[in-house]
C-alpha cells in the first residue's frame, strides 16, 4: 500500500542565548509535537512505530544542527531529520550575541488502504 500524509505539524523554537542550532531546533520539535496527537493510529489501527516521520529544520546554519540529537526527540516511528536554510538569527550589536529561530515542520505518513 502506498504512503500517505496524514499529519503535517509545525513548531518554532529559539535559543536565545549562546548560538545552538541544536537546541533552538529540539525546541522547534517539542513545539510541533504539543500541538499534535496520533489519534489516528488508533483509530485506524496502525502500528506507531511503522509510520514515517519526516522531520525538517529550517536554521540560518544547518550545518550546525545534530539531527541525530533531534532525531532522538521524536517518541515514534521511523524517523528522518534534515536541516535547511531558513528560520532567522537576530543579531544583538550591543552584545555581540544573536538569538536563533528555529521552525520545524514534522510529517507523518501511514500506509492507508
Known sequence: MPLK???????TGNDLHGGDYT???IRAVNDALH???LGITRA???DIESMQVEVTIGVQEPG???TDAVKATLPHGQV??????????VPDENSGD????????IVVKLELP
Open 5 to 11: 500524509r496524514v499529519i503535517l505539524e509545525m513548531g
Open 23 to 25: 537546541k533552538a531546533a
Open 35 to 37: 500541538h499534535s496527537s
Open 44 to 46: 485506524i489501527g496502525a
Open 64 to 66: 550546525k544542527v545534530d
Open 80 to 89: 528522518v531529520v534534515k536541516a535547511v536554510k531558513g528560520g532567522v538569527d
Open 98 to 105: 544573536f538569538a536563533i529561530i528555529a521552525n520545524a515542520a
